[in-house]
């Protein structure tokens, strides 16, 4: 079992950035795959970035490619998702998501998927205004 807590959320200009926290609980984060997810008001849940665990490999929605990086430090327990260059598109909720990994090779497509994950935060706002 694991408790994820976000912060790093507020709102901005169009063109600034964010980062974004999430602290896990427990002594078994550095094997967990960590993923981000956000969503706007009237629309599903998307993916946007994650990492494996040993943090080789990363994964981005395509929109965000460029402007979004996700990192991991496993001796703070704590994912990062750095965001530049926002726009009022990127407007959501945003969530951060861990799954236990336990060795095996998985799909890019697996680390897409919200189903993939087993544990959720409870969101950060991120409003970026024009």
């Known amino acids: 079992q694991v408790q994820l807590v976000e912060s790093g959320g507020g709102l901005v200009q169009a063109g600034d950035s964010l980062r974004l926290s999430c602290g896990a609980s427990?002594?078994?984060?550095?094997?967990?795959?960590m993923g981000w997810f956000r969503q706007a008001p009237g629309k599903e849940r998307e993916f946007v970035a994650a990492?494996?665990?040993?943090?080789?490999?990363?994964y981005y929605l395509d929109s965000v490619k460029g402007r979004f990086t996700i990192s991991r430090d496993n001796a703070k327990n704590t994912a990062y998702l750095q965001m530049n260059k926002l726009s009022p598109e990127d407007t959501a909720v945003y969530y951060c998501?861990?799954?236990?990994?336990?060795?095996?090779?998985?799909?890019?497509?697996?680390?897409?998927?919200?189903?993939?994950?087993?544990?959720w935060g409870q969101g950060t706002q991120v409003t970026v205004s024009s």
């Open positions: 998501a861990a799954r236990p990994y336990s060795g095996g090779y998985y799909a890019s497509t697996f680390y897409y998927s919200s189903a993939f994950y087993n544990y």
């Open positions: 990492i494996q665990a040993s943090g080789g490999i990363t």
């Open positions: 427990g002594r078994t984060f550095s094997s967990y795959v």
